[in-house]
């Protein structure tokens, strides 16, 4: 008997498939020397280093949000166990408290009182207007003006030392290990991107120590329209946006491949049709294709509610339509870029040697033109990232993007806007939106330029 | 000349065919007018008499490609694809799904568009080639390595907040500029200040680091080592050598993206509720008018296209090394 059932969403199913072939790449990369040389590049940068710490933790919490299930809740007559009809993940069990504790409605950080004024009735049967205590936020002091600085900083210090004493533990195995002689590993001039890496690994860990001891006595980021602690929200929304950002490159990527190597190799019509193709696409332009797609599939999915199983399944397959019509106009450029590097290898003398022996053209293009290409395929998935994460954020904004019951960093800026016309402001929903959106998309641009550095610094690309 | 700007026009024939082909696909085989009108009109449980009714309104009753029952020549022109697609070529838009004339609209929505965009892009220019300028003047110091870092910092946020923390600081807090809204005449420019600044805020980071590069190439080349061997200063060397050649590749960057100036910025016009294109769409995208929403499909791509073409005349008038085959 399980405590729980695995639920296999379409989008978890590619993840997985990512991670597969992200872990042969590095599997195959290591092996081969002459591709190992340009990571070595990308190793002895500081700011790649570190950046690469930031999303390492980003893609951490993204998976923990991938591993669904439907947990056991009871058995029935002839003792088989039942699932309950809710879908959750990893995050959300790890989350249970920032989830399940709801506030009324909004609230400020770490506040210990509602938003707004509210009748409450005294014991003795009188009214009163004033702010009610929160149910959860701050429920565990008995006079919240007096105590609260004092407990904040006491679970701050306890995070803080959390954080820092896993961080030692973890810097003198990892010294230890590696070096023999920890103080010899942190004065080797050469280590000091990795040490850069071992900062922010710090500061990372600090942070989760804090959300450890903060996040559940206090709603850390506030409470939304519903009472929903938006920390929370921000978190689930991580998953969304890697999805779009890499989901929607893995998604294009064998049409922009097969097509930009056939253009370039065969020439001739078929680079004409090929041309012909993606000029045409890419004429269109891309919110407006995108939007009118998007509405299409809106019709579809009002006309055929019965084939979702469920909201979750729905939504989900909503994202991955998402990611597939955002590459499906983000393709051309990759195409283009593929096809003028082949028109220049396919001259190169290995080529014509090749051809020269009689190799097929199937052969030739795998074995000679495809791995040539690669790194401009790599360059091109890592520099498109951080613009497709900022893309999901507009798209939602304008009710062409996630379903809107999805978790997502536009969905939290969509609903937050309304609110600035309050007085005084909302302005907690939109501050989390905007740091967690702002660190990935700062790591994900620093890391795409040290890589286009390393791989090949000739090719810019037109911003 | 004159024959290379016809026969650009004419490869642009096929293209604008293929576009018309794709959001015919798009707006009426992939679901067929009968979902769309009940996606319409709402309710799961429609009468197919109000289906029919919303169909004949909007002229989507007929049959898709061939009509049957027409005669003679009718039996191409009385089709869906006559009526609703193939008329985009001469630029009759029909009407909207609300009954509105589609081209009188987008004739009187562009003007408040380009009242912003022109702004923008000007502005734009200007901020960003001094700011990238100045970079490449320090190039290789502290002041640079920290500018290109705030470039890299301000491309990483998202459009959507410049807008919202412009609105909220200059027009809430400090209470400078009217938060939303427009009009027309000599009282406009109160209402085009707040927007204009937000779009060159937000262009600043992608623009100034790209300019930077391009100023950087030209810096290496051969014809500056000579500028700087006769003697003259860094400052002149910079303004009338780099800037004046690398004003070509900046320059022809601008002329892409001249026509779909009319088409307006999407985001900008929704939050300051300016009557433009760019909100047009919005709105009809949040209303789902499907008329509408092709429209602009075709008017984008036409518009892209026209870009292309001047961008390849604007080279060979800039850089007579280029010569059109």
Redesign the interface.
Same mark, same amino acid.
């Given at each position: 008997m399980m405590p729980f059932q695995p639920v296999m969403l379409a989008t978890d199913a590619l993840i997985y498939l990512l991670l597969v072939l992200a872990v042969s790449f590095a599997w195959y990369t290591r092996r081969h020397d002459h591709l190992r040389a340009p990571w070595r590049r990308v190793a002895r940068s500081h700011t790649a280093m570190g950046a690469l710490v930031i999303i390492g933790v980003y893609v951490v919490i993204g998976l923990l949000d991938t591993f669904h299930f439907r947990l056991a809740n009871g058995e029935d007559e002839q003792g088989n166990v039942r699932y309950a009809s809710e879908i959750h993940s990893a995050l959300d069990l790890l989350a249970t408290p920032l989830r399940e504790r709801r506030e009324k409605t909004y609230s400020a950080p770490f506040a210990t009182h509602l938003y707004a004024r509210e009748t409450i009735e005294l014991p003795d049967g009188g009214q009163v207007r004033d702010f009610p205590r929160l149910k959860w936020g701050g429920a565990h002091l008995e006079d919240p003006v007096r105590d609260r600085n004092a407990d904040i900083l006491w679970r701050m210090l306890a995070g803080i030392a959390i954080g820092a004493g896993v961080w030692l533990a973890l810097m003198v195995l990892y010294t230890w290990r590696k070096a023999g002689d920890g103080r010899q590993w942190w004065s080797d001039p050469d280590k000091g991107p990795q040490r850069t890496a071992a900062w922010i690994g710090l500061l990372m860990l600090v942070l989760l120590g804090l959300s450890l001891t903060l996040a559940g006595a206090y709603h850390v980021l506030g409470t939304d329209k519903v009472g929903e602690d938006v920390f929370y929200q921000s978190l689930k929304s991580i998953r969304t946006g890697l999805v779009i950002g890499t989901l929607t490159t893995l998604v294009m990527l064998p049409a922009a491949i097969l097509l930009g190597i056939m253009a370039g190799y065969f020439r001739g019509w078929v680079d004409d049709v090929i041309q012909y193709l993606y000029t045409t696409l890419s004429s269109v332009p891309g919110v407006l294709l995108i939007a009118a797609a998007v509405l299409m599939m809106q019709i579809y999915m009002s006309n055929h509610q019965d084939e979702f199983n469920s909201l979750t399944e729905r939504a989900d397959l909503r994202l991955l339509f998402l990611c597939v019509i955002l590459g499906v106009t983000s393709w051309t450029s990759l195409c283009r870029l593929l096809r003028g590097e082949t028109l220049k290898l396919r001259q190169l003398e290995y080529v014509q040697a090749a051809q020269a022996f009689g190799v097929g053209h199937f052969t030739t293009l795998v074995r000679h033109i495809l791995p040539n290409v690669m790194h401009i395929v790599l360059i091109v998935v890592v520099l498109d990232f951080s613009g497709l994460v900022l893309a999901e954020a507009v798209l939602s904004y304008i009710n062409i993007g996630v379903d809107p019951n999805t978790n997502s960093w536009g969905n939290m800026i969509n609903s937050a806007r309304l609110e600035l016309a309050r007085e005084p402001l909302v302005w907690w929903s939109l501050l989390a939106a905007f740091l967690f959106m702002f660190v990935l998309v700062l790591a994900a641009n620093l890391f795409a330029d040290v890589v286009r550095d390393a791989f090949d610094p000739r090719l810019r690309e037109r911003s | 000349m004159m024959a290379y700007i016809v026969r650009r026009t004419l490869y642009a024939i096929?293209?604008l065919i293929?576009?018309n082909l794709?959001?015919f696909l *798009?707006?009426f085989v992939?679901?067929s007018p009968d979902? +769309?009108a009940? +996606?319409h009109l709402g309710a799961k449980r429609v009468t197919d008499q109000a289906i029919e009714q919303w169909k004949v309104e909007r002229g989507y009753d007929k049959p898709l490609v061939f009509n049957l029952e027409a005669e003679g020549l009718g039996q191409v022109t009385d089709t869906i694809f006559f009526d609703k697609s193939l008329r985009l070529f001469a630029f009759d838009f029909g009407q909207s799904d609300s009954g509105r004339n589609i081209g009188h609209d987008i004739g009187q929505r562009m003007w408040p568009s380009l009242a912003i965009a022109i702004p923008i892009m000007l502005v734009g220019l200007l901020v960003n080639i001094t700011f990238s300028l100045l970079l490449a003047f320090f190039r290789g110091t502290y002041l640079d390595f920290w500018g290109v870092v705030l470039c !890299?910092?301000m +491309?990483?946020?998202?459009? *959507?907040?410049y807008i919202?923390g412009g &609105? !909220?600081l200059l027009g809430?807090l400090l209470n400078l500029f009217p938060i939303s809204g427009y009009d027309i005449g000599a009282h406009a420019w109160k209402f085009l200040v707040l927007p204009v600044i937000i779009g060159v805020v937000s262009s600043i980071g992608?623009g100034s680091?790209?300019y930077r590069?391009l100023f950087l190439e030209e810096i290496n080349k051969d014809f500056v080592r000579s500028a700087r061997a006769k003697g003259l200063s860094e400052q002149r060397v910079l303004i009338g050598h780099v800037l004046r050649n690398a004003l070509i590749p900046i320059l022809t960057?601008v002329v892409v993206v001249l026509p779909?100036l009319f088409?307006g910025s999407? *985001?900008l016009e929704?939050f300051f509720g300016v009557p433009g294109l760019g909100s047009y769409?919005?709105d009809a995208?949040?209303r &789902?008018d499907?008329a509408i !929403?092709?429209a +602009?499909?075709f008017l984008?791509?036409v518009l892209?296209?026209l870009g292309l073409l001047l961008t390849d005349i604007s080279y060979t008038i800039a850089d007579p090394r280029v010569r059109l085959e």
């Open positions: - | 096929p293209i293929g576009v794709l959001t *798009l707006f992939v679901n979902d +769309m009940r +996606m !890299v910092a +491309m990483s946020i998202s459009g *959507l907040f919202i &609105q !909220v809430k992608s680091r790209w590069t960057g779909t088409m999407l *985001l929704s769409t919005i995208i949040n &789902q499907f !929403v092709r +602009m499909v984008g791509a892209y296209i």
